[in-house]
């Protein structure tokens, strides 16, 4: 003859403690909270960065080369003929170091003539 299965009894939850369910949506919503700070920094960044990339760190239009101070005695055509000098052929970044470092040493290559570009005492390039 076959055996009878007795059937198993059904397991019970244990019933929760109201004070760690309590604790738990806390941290669910703070982790939550937390997720949503760090996605929208990111996100804030990632438009910042593309942003400053199209509008700012590329001019369309070539750059416009003002001395600010100029002495009385300079003429316009010395102006110009700094101006031409210091201002890039093509477009480039704002930020880029070796443009401000070729303008010094083109500046000063002019200022001094067949000396070379010695930069003064003090200017680190």
Do not use: C
């Amino acid at each position: 003859m076959a055996k009878i299965k007795k059937p198993k009894p059904m397991k019970m939850r244990k019933p929760t403690d109201p004070e760690r369910a309590r604790r738990m949506r806390v941290v669910a919503l703070h982790l939550s909270l937390a997720a949503l700070l760090v996605g929208g920094i990111g996100a804030g960044y990632h438009y910042a960065d593309e942003y400053v990339e199209q509008r700012v760190a590329f001019n369309k239009q070539p750059l416009i080369v003002v001395l600010k101070n100029r002495p009385a005695w300079m003429n316009d055509f010395l102006v110009e003929q700094i101006a031409q000098i210091v201002r890039p052929a093509a477009a480039h970044s704002a930020f880029d170091h070796k443009l401000l470092v070729d303008t010094a040493d083109a500046l000063f290559a002019q200022s001094l003539g067949a000396e070379g570009p010695q930069h003064p005492p003090g200017l680190h390039l």
